[in-house]
């Protein structure tokens, strides 16, 4: 196979595993969440726990591929959590309660935290060298998961029951890993992080290591990675509460299936973000391109509460999808670029921080419907965009290559 195709393997072997365990096995929760509130009787309080729980497992599956990679970030772990994600889904009919609905979702967050490292780590280290659209195009295997499972779930809202939206998208998840279970080696390479982004850079020679950070020389990008941090765990706490309950809040006020379409929507925008906000990122610096992307993405959020219809709620939909992994893509590489040790796995730690304090910090509200909650999320975001706006203050553009390689744990 020429050297084109087989990244464009890896790129859809890395894009089936990211929608497996991202788009469908983490999100497929929101549009089901109207269905199980219809028909199982689940509470909004015990909604938000969910919700929260699974945002606790995928913290724990970050934090134990960091800790213990040769365990957790390789082929078998891929394999494993593929099979367990599809279990938890599976089961999810099966038992009842919140405190068993915790547990799965809680398990199924830290099985996708380890399907997304090791598949972050084989499509960077398969597709360095090649041209860097394509790592944008894996990563929206992200919103093609969202977009398949919210079309199924959209066709069972009428003539199904939750049981079985939990069901077919077990089912979409199980056929999703069969392209997915030759990714991965048995040692990839963790990739670095250059100055355009995730994936590129080159390793500096040991002299200027012993020199620089590890000696304990502070890295000349700190002080804005700070600012950065704030930023970046600011939009995991408020974007996650448009992820968690917007179809619900959309679903109060706009007849029909509009919720449903609006998700669907939203990872059809999903899908080239990433890409597009790497094009982007050659031509504009990452730090305007992160302040238009979160002031977009709060708007976005907004629009559904100010404006009523269903065409409001469509377009809410469509510029969520169209950031949030741009956010991701711009934000992980502005931290890579910064030279910080670990840069990508402290900001992804405060972003998942973020996204388990977001259903908490909006449960008091959800006794008045789900709409007080999107403004508090939009809130959330638009102070994010405020702290990546101090980014732009000298903004250090050309530090070169980073001294050392880092992982990466969007």
């Given at each position: 196979?020429?050297?084109?195709?087989?990244?464009?393997?890896?790129?859809?072997?890395?894009?089936?595993?990211?929608?497996?365990?991202?788009?469908?096995?983490?999100?497929?929760?929101?549009?089901?969440?109207?269905?199980?509130?219809?028909?199982?009787?689940?509470?909004?309080?015990?909604?938000?726990?969910?919700?929260?729980?699974?945002?606790?497992?995928?913290?724990?599956?970050?934090?134990?591929?960091?800790?213990?990679?040769?365990?957790?970030?390789?082929?078998?772990?891929?394999?494993?959590?593929?099979?367990?994600?599809?279990?938890?889904?599976?089961?999810?009919?099966?038992?009842?309660?919140?405190?068993?609905?915790?547990?799965?979702?809680l398990?199924?967050?830290?099985?996708?935290?380890?399907?997304?490292?090791?598949?972050?780590?084989?499509?960077l280290?398969?597709?360095?060298?090649?041209?860097?659209?394509?790592?944008?195009?894996?990563?929206?295997?992200?919103?093609?998961?969202?977009?398949?499972?919210?079309?199924?779930?959209?066709?069972?809202?009428?003539?199904?029951?939750?049981?079985?939206?939990?069901?077919?998208?077990a089912?979409?998840?199980?056929?999703?890993?069969?392209?997915?279970?030759?990714l991965?080696?048995?040692?990839?390479?963790?990739?670095?992080?250059?100055?355009?982004?995730?994936?590129?850079?080159?390793?500096?020679?040991?002299?200027v290591?012993?020199?620089?950070?590890?000696?304990?020389?502070?890295p000349?990008?700190?002080?804005?990675?700070?600012v950065?941090?704030?930023?970046?765990?600011?939009?995991?706490?408020?974007?996650?509460?448009?992820?968690?309950?917007?179809v619900?809040?959309?679903?109060?006020?706009?007849?029909?299936?509009?919720?449903?379409?609006?998700?669907?929507?939203?990872?059809?925008?999903?899908?080239?973000?990433?890409?597009?906000?790497?094009?982007?990122?050659?031509?504009?610096?990452?730090?305007?391109?992160?302040?238009?992307?979160?002031?977009v993405?709060?708007?976005?959020?907004?629009?559904?509460?100010?404006?009523?219809?269903?065409?409001?709620?469509?377009?809410?939909?469509?510029?969520?999808?169209?950031?949030?992994?741009?956010?991701?893509?711009?934000?992980?590489?502005a931290?890579?670029?910064?030279?910080?040790?670990?840069?990508?796995?402290?900001?992804?730690?405060?972003?998942?921080?973020?996204?388990?304090?977001?259903?908490?910090?909006?449960?008091?509200?959800?006794?008045?419907?789900?709409?007080?909650?999107?403004?508090?999320?939009?809130?959330?975001?638009?102070?994010?965009?405020?702290?990546?706006?101090?980014?732009?203050?000298?903004?250090?553009?050309?530090?070169?290559?980073?001294?050392?390689?880092?992982?990466?744990?969007?």
């Amino acid at each position: 196979m020429s050297g084109s195709g087989q990244a464009w393997r890896v790129v859809g072997q890395g894009a089936a595993a990211l929608a497996a365990g991202m788009g469908v096995g983490r999100f497929v929760y929101t549009p089901i969440l109207p269905l199980m509130q219809a028909q199982a009787g689940l509470s909004p309080q015990t909604g938000a726990d969910l919700a929260t729980a699974n945002y606790v497992g995928y913290l724990l599956g970050a934090v134990a591929a960091i800790v213990a990679p040769g365990v957790f970030a390789s082929r078998r772990a891929l394999r494993s959590s593929l099979v367990i994600l599809v279990a938890t889904l599976v089961l999810m009919p099966a038992v009842h309660g919140g405190p068993a609905w915790a547990s799965l979702r809680l398990v199924a967050g830290v099985v996708s935290a380890l399907i997304f490292v090791v598949a972050a780590d084989a499509m960077l280290a398969g597709l360095r060298g090649h041209a860097h659209h394509l790592t944008g195009w894996a990563f929206g295997g992200i919103g093609a998961g969202i977009a398949l499972s919210g079309v199924l779930v959209l066709v069972l809202r009428d003539v199904g029951t939750w049981q079985q939206a939990w069901w077919a998208t077990a089912a979409l998840t199980a056929l999703l890993s069969v392209p997915a279970w030759r990714l991965g080696g048995a040692a990839t390479p963790p990739p670095r992080v250059g100055r355009r982004g995730l994936g590129e850079g080159t390793a500096p020679s040991p002299r200027v290591e012993r020199r620089g950070l590890d000696r304990g020389a502070p890295p000349p990008g700190r002080r804005w990675f700070g600012v950065l941090l704030v930023s970046y765990t600011l939009e995991g706490t408020g974007y996650i509460i448009a992820g968690t309950f917007l179809v619900t809040a959309i679903e109060q006020s706009a007849p029909g299936p509009a919720g449903g379409l609006a998700w669907v929507l939203a990872g059809v925008a999903a899908l080239p973000s990433s890409a597009l906000w790497a094009w982007l990122s050659r031509t504009w610096s990452r730090p305007a391109l992160l302040v238009a992307a979160l002031a977009v993405q709060a708007a976005g959020i907004a629009l559904p509460v100010l404006v009523g219809g269903v065409v409001p709620a469509l377009v809410s939909a469509a510029l969520f999808g169209a950031t949030f992994l741009g956010v991701a893509t711009l934000a992980l590489a502005a931290g890579g670029h910064l030279r910080v040790p670990r840069a990508v796995a402290i900001l992804t730690t405060g972003y998942s921080v973020g996204q388990i304090l977001g259903p908490v910090v909006v449960t008091p509200l959800l006794r008045s419907g789900y709409r007080p909650a999107l403004l508090v999320g939009a809130g959330l975001v638009a102070l994010a965009a405020v702290a990546a706006g101090a980014l732009r203050h000298r903004f250090p553009h050309h530090l070169g290559p980073l001294p050392r390689r880092v992982r990466a744990l969007p």
